[in-house]
């Protein structure tokens, strides 16, 4: 069976043209949540020890979530606890 080539005219250009911008704005949108929904580090493979190392403390860690939570790391941490992802607070 033959298939008789389709004119594309401005409307249907257009229409399909306004189609795949939305579908990509769709899914543009996506990305900042598939970032967010990535799991957290196991305490073990960020040597996490529920005691300071010097004067790096989980409570003065960007990271550190009060009371008791940490943005990467898995698990409840201790303010005193300390992690190789330390990062201090400005």
């Known amino acids: 069976m033959a298939t008789e080539p389709q004119d594309l005219t401005r409307r249907v250009f257009f229409g ?21 929904a990535q799991a ?7 040597a996490y020890q529920d005691k300071p190392k010097g ?6 860690c960007n990271l550190f979530q009060p ?10 941490v201790s303010p005193q606890g300390w992690c190789s ?5 400005t």
């Open 16 to 36: 399909r043209l306004t189609t795949y911008a939305v579908g990509a704005a769709i899914i543009g949108g996506l990305g900042p949540n598939v970032a967010a």
């Open 55 to 60: 004067t790096q403390r989980c409570d003065t």
């Open 67 to 76: 009371p008791s939570a940490c943005k990467v790391v898995d698990g409840a």
């Open 85 to 89: 992802l330390f990062s201090a607070k």
């Open 40 to 46: 957290k580090m196991a305490q073990s493979a960020v």
